[in-house]
């Protein structure tokens, strides 16, 4: 049964890889017989060098009639494998670097349709990896690998056939020798990989150690736990010192040990050799042939017992890129999807449920009635829904039972790209690319004009500390906003939507980390923008969502209490307690 | 570099040893193409079959010799190059144990990890590399070339001219490549970082629906990695091809030349075809050189890194171990100026006052108005550019860090939790701690909850950066970690701003209730967490507007007056 599945999945991993390499298919014949020049070639230099040798008899027996062509003819073979060598190189680069380019944009173009459930539940840092890391393993083991293992065993067939002509008991004590570098290489690769997963693994626990430590250095020291810290840190040093010490020796002895075995088949072909040549069996030229060909026949088999290893990883990168790529985008929007334009802001929750788990119900039967240009406020303790419902809004998740309905349209029946268009959002992280201060305010609209941008950015409040940056609007943010504080992040996240005003807001603690007076000025900019919009308002300082038209407490995934803040407040009931509890005194 | 011989010092016999017994393991494979020769102009000339077996059993006990000082060359190699970069890492990890917060924040964290990791790594393959081949390849190279000499003056003259070109040839192809793979580095790095923004801001994006831009953006970016790789790939996929024609040509030039002196008389078949084999030698070790002064310049580059950071001066310590916790004023400041290492202008400036023993400060004011910077100054961890702090009636820049921030506990905003169980984070503040202290911290801190909700309650394992843990949870349970310390002065900034309102004027009233009661600093944007503390200083752009009761600044203080009525406003109408 697994098996099965196994195959499956392999016979997958190669259509994928087969369709990657497709368009290249030109290159890579041209490669594989390019190299198959080159092999050929390198195999008859030193057939000729040893025909020249049995032409240098002894003084005055040398033969330079007869050398000199082999000579000439030998210059004009080397400079044409070198060509064909150099050629096909180039060749690969273009299939190794034109593939990875190729399946790498093709994976972030999928990306693009995931649906949200997706990327929250996979760590961006793994995502990146698999388009970045595992797109170059697979096309760098693979097409090399491939070239490799081809000129490789081309060279061995080559070599054997070679020799053949010469001698056939040479060729076999060659034949029989040689294989045994490969075990005895097979061997110590077998006893090293476990030391060299102990390694790694010593290795990632330290690195996640330093990482975790470095990033909290500033807690350490404020406690004085610099010495503890070191203390621990010794503990996995030692360790990994240890265990690097022993995976680093005896990975290293796999090159002597194989040149020690191609000793000892030299010095098997030295002996076999000479021996027929006192018989007259073999020249003396020829024994030279035999010596470089002696010289040079382990060395692909060392590199093709590489090669083999490194196909298997580029094989299990190709199979994680084939789980990315194969994963099912969010649903197409339908055919007759309507595109939403002007939206009047009517958003009615009719039913509505919803869990990212099964096993765990978050939003249970929600209704709300939502008239264009009112204001709705929610309100509750961390982790009560509140984010989820802007989740849904949006159609990051689509709702499990229920409907949303946006000016009477089920949202399922819109365009997302319309839907999400009908909508600004500020988040609470606030996201900023790396580029400039300008590109980042445009982002929701690229057309607009730097007077536009400008009024937009006064607007948010954040004009005057953008003229304060090192290029004003073009200083270029750094990855994440990192030269700017949270609450200016914050502000630039905002004059992102006062540039493009969509007809409904979602403010998801907005202004969080802006300081009040600031706040305080943003909020009039707020409700001159928000005025005639519908808007949905996240907040757990109860004070900037008092004159909402409905205010919606949730705890656990329910609407435990709706209505308007006077209501609420007379009910008496949990945001009656939230509301006071603000104003307990010491 | 010195700092990684100082510390190979230490395995100065292994980095000894090491290269060696490969000089002696390359000395033996140098003497069989001469027993070759042998085998040639003195067994098969003569038939002598005794002879040859006898060379041929020299050539295998030749072997025998060389593989046994690799292993012993390998093993020291190994043991002085790991040795010595563990004892680097940790030196580099205490060194960065000692840097002050100006320093650490210049750095930033992931350039830390990444000479800690990556760039150790780096320093121990090359080391490793360098004991067991750096000798040995030019070792080879030119014993090749002296053992051609030895052979025949004449025809030798061939490996003298063919070795440097061979070498220029190698080494121009490396060196015109390296900067341009840093080019691809560079490329590659931009994939990067766009794939990960487009994954980190996928909400933003897709809500503003910028799919297509985030697309074309990539693949321009991933073009551009093409080119740069294809251009590079041309010239180092010269390297095989231009050698390989090189060394076959000095090959026929020299049977050339061999043949003629045979003609001549001066030398032997057989010694052509030694002069041969050496000059096969020779390509093998110069293509290993050039790998290996690639990797040696990464490792050179990667351990100057390092230094660089091992050279950063220490924090600076002051000698007074002694504090007067009885004197009359816990903290003062002096007309206090501070600017940053790399910024412009002043994040304070000029700031005086005098807070008593068990009073609590509220410091209130806007955004970058220098409210952290001004608290972070009381247990040192920024020295004042002008004027002076003290604590306890001490210039803090006098008392022993450890002495004072034993005394000073702080809760940063973002202080991190680190992985291990909830116990383990709040003895992080103090190991010895008692449980019932545990307890006593975890109850003021208004933790109890938090713990009391988890199954494993104290022992419920932390995750990294306590993600596991809410924001608030997070906060209460930094807190708590704190006060276990019993520190005398505590700092909380802005440590309360993911509590609700009613927790954070519970931990108020728990923290004023404490016995014997601690000095305490309260950071906060909101008037509501500061407007009982004896005395609130008012910062805008690092400056004080404002010092005083919340009453007297209600008269007093335009910016609170503002501060205040932009939250109360909107709470009470």
Known sequence: ?586 | MRQVFHYLRSYLKESLLGPLFKLLEATFELFVPLVVADIVDVGIKNGDRTHIVWMAVLMVALGVIGLSCTVAAQYFAAKASVGCTSKLRRALFRHIGKLDYSTLDGLGTSTMVTRLTSDMNQVETGLNLTLRLLLRSPFVVFGAMVMAFTIDAHAASVFAVTIPVLALAVFAIMLVSIPLYKKVQQALDKVLLSARENLLGVRVLRAFGREADEIAEFEKRGDALAASQRFVGRISALLNPLTFVLINLAAVVLVYVGALRVDAGMIETGEVIALYNYMSQILVELVKLANLIINVTRSVASANRIESIIMLPEEENGCVTELDVNAEYAVEFDRVSLRYKNGGSDALSDISFRVRRGQTVGIIGGTGSGKSSLVNMIPAFYPATAGVVRVYGENVNDIDRGTLRRRVAVVSQGAPLFRGTVRDNILFGRPDATDAEVASAVKTAQAADVIASKDGGLDEPVERGGVNFSGGQRQRLTIARALVTGADILILDDSSSALDFATDAALRASLAALEPKPTVFVVSQRTSSIMHADMIIVLDDGECVGMGTHEELLASCAVYREIHDSQRKEASA
């Open chain 1, 1 to 586: 049964m697994k098996k099965s599945r196994n195959t499956a999945e392999n016979s997958r991993t190669w259509k994928f890889i087969f369709r990657a390499i497709k368009p290249y298919m030109i290159h890579i014949a041209a490669s594989v017989l390019l190299s198959a020049v080159t092999v050929v070639l390198t195999l008859l230099i030193p057939i000729r060098i040893g025909s020249v040798v049995d032409n240098i008899i002894g003084e005055g027996k040398v033969n330079f009639d007869a050398i000199m062509p082999i000579l000439y003819g030998t210059v004009i073979m080397a400079a044409v494998a070198g060509a064909a060598q150099w050629i096909s190189g180039m060749l690969n680069n273009r299939v190794v670097y034109g593939v990875v380019r190729d399946v790498r944009c093709a994976a972030h173009r999928h990306i693009q349709t995931l649906p949200l459930s997706y990327l929250d539940s996979h760590p961006a840092g793994e995502i990146v990896s698999r388009l970045v890391a595992d797109a170059d393993k697979f096309s760098d083991g693979l097409l090399l690998g491939f070239t490799q293992l081809f000129t490789g065993v081309l060279t061995v067939i080559g070599t054997l056939l070679f020799m053949l002509t010469i001698n056939v008991w040479i060729t076999l004590a060659v034949a029989v020798l040689t294989p045994m570098s490969i075990f005895v290489a097979k061997f110590i690769a077998g006893r090293t990989y476990s030391m060299f997963r102990r390694q790694s693994e010593v290795r990632g626990e330290m690195t996640s150690y330093i990482d975790e430590m470095i990033a909290g250095q500033k807690t350490v020291k404020s406690f004085c736990r610099e010495e503890m810290t070191l203390g621990e840190f010794d503990g996995i040093n030692d360790r990994l010192t240890k265990c690097s010490v022993s995976a680093i020796f005896f990975s290293s002895l796999t090159n002597p040990t194989t040149r020690f075995l191609n000793a000892v088949v030299y010095a098997a072909v030295a002996l076999t050799g000479a021996l027929t040549a006192i018989g007259g069996g073999i020249s003396v030229g020829m024994l030279t042939s035999f010596l470089s060909y002696a010289n040079q026949y382990s060395k692909p088999f060392n590199e093709i017992s590489g090669v083999v290893t490194e196909l298997g990883a580029s094989l299990a990168s190709a199979a994680r890129l084939l789980e990315l790529t194969g994963e099912a985008p969010e649903a197409p929007d339908g055919d007759g999807a309507v595109t939403l334009t002007d939206a009047a802001g009517d958003v009615s929750f009719d039913h509505i449920s919803f869990s990212y788990t099964p096993e765990r119900p978050l939003i249970r039967d929600v209704n709300i009635d939502v008239r264009a240009g009112q204001h709705i406020a929610i309100v509750g303790p961390t982790g009560c829904g509140k984010t989820t419902l802007i989740n849904l809004l949006l159609r990051f998740y689509d709702v499990t039972g229920g409907k949303i309905t946006v000016d009477g349209h089920d949202i399922r029946s819109v365009t997302r790209h319309s839907l999400r268009a009908s909508y600004g959002m500020v988040l609470q992280d606030t996201w900023i690319k790396s580029c400039t201060v300008r590109e980042n305010i445009k982002l929701g609209r690229p057309d607009a004009t730097d007077e536009e941008m400008v009024a937009a950015a006064r607007a948010a409040h954040a004009d005057g500390f953008i003229r304060r940056l090192p290029h004003g609007y073009d200083t270029m943010l750094g990855e994440g906003g990192e030269s700017l504080s949270q609450g200016q992040r914050q502000l630039l996240s905002i004059s992102r939507i006062m540039l493009s005003i969509p007809p409904i807001l979602i403010l998801d603690e907005a202004t969080s980390s802006i300081d009040t007076r600031t706040e305080a000025r943003i909020s009039r900019a707020f409700t001159k923008m928000m005025a005639g919009r519908t808007a949905f308002i996240v907040a757990h300082r109860l004070s900037t969502v008092r004159g909402s038209d409905l205010i919606l407490v949730m705890r656990d995934g329910d609407i435990i209490e709706q209505g308007t803040h006077e209501e609420l407040l007379a009910r008496g009931g949990f945001y009656r307690h939230l509301w006071e509890s603000q104003f307990a005194a010491v």
